[in-house]
């Protein structure tokens, strides 16, 4: 028997991660250099939620995905015409600030009000759905502090995998540490999962997707509200790019055994 | 002045706290010393006697000790770790909150910290400053570093495992002083745990060594051949002789996610770099890898570094490895296994 899902994936865009970073302060706080002109993509551990969301719903007719996600407006229009191929959902974009500075607190009160107010949306069978952490600030506190403000009780981080029951309920596994997974098994919706990789690999294009998601893709972006996020009290003292730069001895001219013997001599010293 | 409150848990002995918690006893030692604020550290256990063993461990710790214990905190879980979590913060009345980021804590300490109306800041590697409080983390996966600090309190901050030294007292007895908690209704049972199905455990977060497996293990060697059965041979031979724990280039892992059977004890959860993990080890040994960020950034925490490639032009390796070995990793690592066995150097 299929379960009906509402499920509301989190997702932000990120800058591609082969892009160099560097770091800037401005008037409005820290940001990168050229941060509206950097390729940008949806947030790796985001989007395999979002995959793993349209998986679940084609198995579960009558259920509803929809990805919220808060960027500014331009860089959300260049990212879903990729994305829109990939999986069905309804967008619920939010116009605000990009990038990894702003306080998390604030991005998630502004999640929350979003995801509470969406139409049609039935709280009880809510499957709050994001990556566990994001590939620009890396908290991953985000979506635990979305779940909180809508009272969902029953969370899970770092999920690769949820396997859903007649009953409603479902088992979900969730790494921890020593490369294994917590298995746990929750009653139903309502529930949070942050999800990691999962299982599925990225869905290849869909033009027919892509053409659904279009009907309601641009009139969304077009009527997106504008988020401003508060501080909170955040203040950054300093934003450097790392400087390890290392002294590399590059060996061209030793045979496998004198390699070995030199990399066992390494590994057994203290 | 400050109140802070550390929270650890204890693992899955029931009574020895974890390695990070004891790492985030130290950090807090230290901050309460700088600041000359109060210290106190709460206990999660399932037992009473479990949380005394506990607290036994750090009576010379100088501290207020807490402690909430029963069998729903057995196990890790959202609604009985928060509200265990917060208990122990309000009842300490903590201005500063340190935490491991263990996947147990990192469940709940955002959640914890909204309860308390409160603000967290994650992946904490080092806190400093004399007259405030001064956090280092890092943004964008491990390519920026920024030092914030905040005014508003009560303040979480979730420490890194691996980035301070662990609390190692003189153990005496000691019983905390027991904190009540009103239980939610629990919707969620955890039944255990599970290790990766192929079978080898290969994700040793202990281990000295990291050995970094890239995709050209899986190409195509000079006889023109894929030597797929070989590599995972040699590689795993490797991990068992050097106790070394592995890990992967993203694309190496994608092509076993694929239905390729090309080295199949690789899974997600050995990937590093921009969407895999960021291991804290020692040495790191890298070996048929190719020069991306993303590979560097799974090794930013890695202290030596070499690596074997027959690309001695590899972007990666200039300026990021200590040495790099123009080689065939196949001659190569099958020469190391072979002298490890030899010599038994682990």
Same mark, same amino acid.
């Given at each position: 028997?299929?379960?009906?899902?509402?499920?509301?994936?989190?997702?932000?865009?990120?800058?591609?991660?082969?892009?160099?970073?560097?770091?800037?302060?401005?008037?409005?706080?820290?940001?990168?250099?050229?941060?509206?002109?950097?390729?940008?993509?949806?947030?790796?551990?985001?989007?395999?939620?979002?995959?793993?969301?349209?998986?679940?719903?084609?198995?579960?007719?009558?259920?509803?995905?929809?990805?919220?996600?808060?960027?500014?407006?331009?860089?959300?229009?260049?990212?879903?015409?990729?994305?829109?191929?990939?999986?069905?959902?309804?967008?619920?974009?939010?116009?605000?600030?990009?990038?990894?500075?702003?306080?998390?607190?604030?991005?998630?009160?502004?999640?929350?009000?979003?995801?509470? /107010?969406?139409?049609?949306?039935?709280?009880?069978?809510?499957?709050?759905?994001?990556?566990? !952490?994001?590939?620009?600030?890396?908290?991953?506190?985000?979506?635990?502090?979305?779940?909180?403000?809508?009272?969902?009780?029953?969370?899970?981080?770092?999920?690769?995998?949820?396997?859903?029951?007649?009953?409603?309920?479902? !088992?979900?596994?969730?790494?921890?540490?020593?490369?294994?997974?917590?298995?746990?098994?929750?009653?139903?919706?309502?529930?949070?999962? =942050?999800?990691?990789?999962?299982?599925?690999?990225?869905?290849?294009?869909?033009?027919?997707?892509?053409?659904?998601?279009?009907?309601?893709?641009?009139?969304?972006?077009?009527?997106?509200?504008?988020?401003?996020?508060?501080?909170?009290?955040?203040?950054?003292?300093?934003?450097?790019?790392?400087?390890?730069?290392?002294?590399?001895?590059?060996?061209?001219?030793?045979?496998?055994?004198?390699?070995?013997?030199?990399?066992? !001599?390494?590994?057994?010293?203290? | 002045?400050?109140?802070?409150?550390? &929270?650890?848990?204890?693992?899955?002995?029931?009574?020895?706290?974890?390695?990070?918690?004891?790492?985030?006893?130290?950090?807090?030692?230290? &901050?309460? #010393?700088?600041?000359?604020?109060?210290?106190?550290?709460?206990?999660?256990?399932?037992?009473?006697?479990?949380?005394?063993?506990?607290?036994?461990?750090? #009576?010379?710790?100088?501290?207020?000790?807490?402690?909430?214990? =029963?069998?729903?905190?057995?196990?890790?879980?959202?609604?009985?770790?928060?509200?265990?979590?917060?208990?122990?913060?309000?009842?300490?009345?903590? %201005?500063?909150?340190?935490?491991?980021?263990?996947?147990?804590?990192?469940?709940?300490?955002?959640?914890? /910290?909204?309860?308390?109306?409160?603000?967290?800041?994650?992946?904490?590697?080092?806190?400093?400053?004399?007259?405030?409080?001064?956090?280092?983390?890092?943004?964008?996966?491990?390519?920026?570093?920024?030092?914030?600090?905040?005014? #508003?309190?009560? $303040?979480?901050?979730?420490?890194? /495992?691996?980035?301070?030294?662990?609390? /190692?007292?003189?153990? *005496?007895?000691?019983?905390?002083?027991?904190?009540?908690?009103?239980?939610? !209704?629990?919707?969620?049972?955890?039944?255990?745990?599970?290790?990766?199905?192929?079978?080898?455990?290969?994700?040793?977060?202990?281990?000295?060594?990291?050995?970094?497996? =890239?995709?050209? $293990?899986?190409?195509?060697?000079? *006889?023109?051949?894929?030597?797929?059965?070989?590599?995972?041979?040699?590689?795993?031979?490797?991990?068992?002789?050097? %106790?070394?724990?592995?890990?992967?280039?993203? %694309?190496?892992? *994608?092509?076993?996610?694929?239905?390729?059977?090309? &080295?199949?004890?690789?899974?997600?959860?050995?990937?590093?770099?921009?969407?895999?993990?960021?291991?804290?080890?020692?040495?790191?040994?890298?070996?048929?890898?190719?020069?991306?960020?993303?590979?560097?950034?799974? $090794?930013?925490?890695?202290?030596?570094?070499?690596?074997?490639?027959?690309?001695?032009?590899?972007? $990666?390796?200039? =300026?990021?490895?200590?040495?790099?070995?123009?080689?065939?990793?196949?001659?190569?690592?099958?020469?190391?296994?072979?002298?490890?066995?030899?010599?038994?150097?682990?």
């Amino acid at each position: 028997m299929a379960n009906v899902l509402h499920i509301v994936v989190c997702a932000g865009v990120v800058p591609d991660p082969l892009q160099t970073l560097e770091p800037v302060t401005g008037p409005n706080g820290p940001g990168l250099k050229n941060e509206m002109v950097l390729p940008a993509v949806l947030d790796p551990w985001a989007a395999s939620a979002l995959y793993e969301a349209a998986a679940l719903a084609a198995k579960n007719p009558g259920s509803k995905v929809w990805l919220v996600s808060l960027g500014p407006k331009a860089k959300l229009q260049q990212v879903m015409m990729t994305v829109a191929q990939k999986a069905g959902f309804e967008l619920v974009p939010i116009d605000g600030p990009i990038g990894g500075f702003p306080d998390a607190h604030s991005t998630a009160a502004v999640l929350a009000e979003t995801i509470a /107010a969406l139409p049609g949306l039935d709280r009880e069978k809510l499957l709050l759905f994001g990556g566990w !952490e994001s590939a620009t600030r890396g908290a991953g506190v985000t979506l635990q502090l979305v779940g909180e403000r809508l009272g969902i009780a029953d969370q899970f981080q770092g999920v690769d995998e949820i396997n859903l029951r007649d009953d409603g309920s479902f !088992e979900v596994l969730e790494r921890v540490e020593g490369g294994k997974h917590q298995v746990s098994v929750c009653l139903g919706a309502p529930a949070v999962l =942050g999800w990691a990789t999962g299982n599925l690999a990225e869905p290849r294009n869909n033009p027919q997707i892509g053409m659904a998601n279009m009907r309601s893709l641009m009139p969304a972006l077009q009527k997106a509200k504008t988020a401003k996020l508060e501080a909170n009290g955040l203040r950054y003292l300093s934003i450097n790019l790392p400087k390890q730069q290392r002294t590399t001895r590059v060996v061209k001219d030793l045979t496998p055994d004198q390699i070995a013997a030199e990399l066992v !001599e390494w590994i057994g010293a203290e | 002045m400050e109140t802070i409150l550390v &929270l650890t848990h204890v693992d899955e002995t029931g009574s020895v706290l974890t390695r990070a918690s004891l790492e985030t006893v130290t950090a807090g030692k230290e &901050l309460a #010393a700088r600041l000359g604020a109060t210290l106190a550290i709460g206990i999660v256990a399932p037992s009473s006697a479990g949380a005394a063993t506990a607290a036994s461990s750090l #009576a010379s710790a100088g501290a207020r000790l807490l402690a909430v214990s =029963g069998e729903a905190f057995a196990q890790a879980r959202y609604a009985t770790d928060a509200a265990a979590c917060e208990a122990l913060c309000r009842a300490a009345e903590a %201005s500063i909150v340190l935490a491991p980021a263990s996947s147990r804590y990192t469940r709940i300490a955002a959640a914890v /910290a909204h309860r308390l109306g409160g603000f967290i800041d994650a992946h904490i590697t080092a806190i400093g400053g004399a007259d405030i409080v001064e956090a280092t983390r890092w943004f964008y996966r491990q390519r920026v570093e920024a030092v914030l600090s905040r005014d #508003a309190r009560p $303040w979480f901050l979730l420490l890194d /495992a691996g980035t301070h030294a662990a609390f /190692a007292g003189q153990p *005496d007895p000691a019983q905390g002083e027991e904190v009540a908690v009103e239980l939610p !209704e629990s919707r969620t049972t955890v039944s255990g745990l599970r290790a990766p199905s192929q079978g080898t455990q290969t994700i040793r977060p202990d281990a000295k060594l990291l050995f970094v497996a =890239g995709a050209g $293990w899986t190409k195509k060697q000079p *006889d023109g051949q894929i030597h797929a059965a070989e590599a995972g041979e040699l590689i795993l031979g490797f991990l068992r002789a050097s %106790s070394a724990s592995l890990g992967s280039s993203k %694309s190496l892992v *994608d092509q076993g996610g694929e239905g390729n059977s090309v &080295l199949p004890f690789l899974t997600h959860l050995n990937q590093i770099g921009q969407t895999g993990s960021t291991p804290r080890h020692a040495k790191g040994l890298a070996t048929c890898c190719h020069g991306e960020e993303p590979h560097v950034v799974g $090794w930013r925490f890695i202290g030596e570094r070499r690596a074997v490639s027959l690309d001695p032009n590899c972007g $990666w390796t200039r =300026g990021k490895a200590d040495v790099v070995y123009v080689a065939d990793a196949f001659q190569v690592m099958a020469k190391v296994n072979a002298l490890l066995q030899q010599e038994g150097v682990i």
